[in-house]
């Protein structure tokens, strides 16, 4: 059987030095686009979701084409597939200063094909890269210091007033979900009880999420619609009224990416309440 013999482009071992301690992701496309499948955009929510518990250091985007087409254009192209790859990533909630590298590479070419298999080879080739690298945990001197003790979400609730903004810090949500993590739930019923003790409080629940673009809301994988702050608040607020507060006393809203905290990105998928009325003021 007759073989194409091809001359090497681009070397993957010259260009990426994998180890056990990067993690790794393709994402392959159709002929001439930049738009990702859904199948293949499925798969990378996947891997993203995958990300949850990793605290990251940098994301690599490569974005490479078959051997067909002039220079320039796959150069181009691959440009725009990693653009691509790096959109789905904003629309997660990852946040963009962690991606380091978005380069289109042109195209890449395999040494030795089988003359068969040349149209499954091209379809391989016509791909972005995404390469993760999770930063080295860090030995650090354990100092005690004795430090005044941080009034609790529940405390601040006892004491709140009208204009008072409370931040729910350890109510925190899964990444691209409304839902919250596992460990959360029990602070949330402790602040359920302590709103059903101050029953004279209104207040409105304000969703935020982190990582997108600009203010944009960031895409709620569960139902695919832009507007994963709303549905934080939302859930939040089902939450309450199901422990038995009554509706009338909540409003919610999705603040999207207004106010981010500027510390670590997973403080920012979060929830506050803010006191609109207390007493006989909201009668």
Request: charged share 30%; hydrophobic share 35%.
């Amino acid at each position: 059987m007759n073989k194409l013999v091809v001359l090497i482009l681009i070397s993957f071992s010259s260009v990426f030095g994998f180890s056990q301690n990067k993690l790794t992701h393709e994402v392959y496309f159709d002929t001439d686009k930049y738009e990702v499948p859904s199948t293949e955009e499925n798969r990378l929510l996947l891997f993203i979701s995958s990300l949850n518990d990793v605290d990251i250091e940098s994301i690599s985007i490569f974005g490479f084409c078959d051997d067909r087409g002039a220079d320039t254009y796959n150069l181009i192209l691959s440009q725009q597939r990693a653009d691509a790859i790096k959109a789905v990533f904003a629309n997660n909630e990852i946040s963009e200063t962690l991606i380091t590298n978005v380069d289109g590479k042109g195209e890449i070419l395999i040494k030795i094909v089988e003359e068969e298999n040349l149209l499954k080879i091209r379809g391989l080739n016509r791909k972005v890269e995404i390469i993760v690298k999770p930063k080295q945990p860090k030995v650090k001197e354990v100092v005690k210091e004795k430090k005044p003790k941080e009034k609790g979400v529940v405390d601040l609730i006892k004491e709140s007033t009208k204009g008072d903004k409370i931040l729910f810090k350890n109510i925190l949500f899964k990444t691209g979900y409304a839902s919250v993590t596992p460990d959360s739930k029990k602070t949330l019923e402790s602040i359920a009880k302590a709103l059903l003790e101050r029953d004279d409080i209104y207040f409105t629940i304000q969703g935020h999420v982190c990582c997108t673009q600009n203010t944009r809301d960031a895409v709620n994988r569960k139902t695919k619609k832009q507007n994963l702050s709303e549905a934080r608040a939302k859930y939040v607020y089902d939450y309450f009224a199901n422990k038995g507060i009554d509706k009338k006393r909540m409003r919610h809203l999705g603040m999207r990416r207004k106010f981010p905290l500027g510390g670590n990105p997973k403080f920012d998928r979060r929830v506050e309440i803010l006191i609109t009325h207390v007493g006989d003021e909201a009668k």
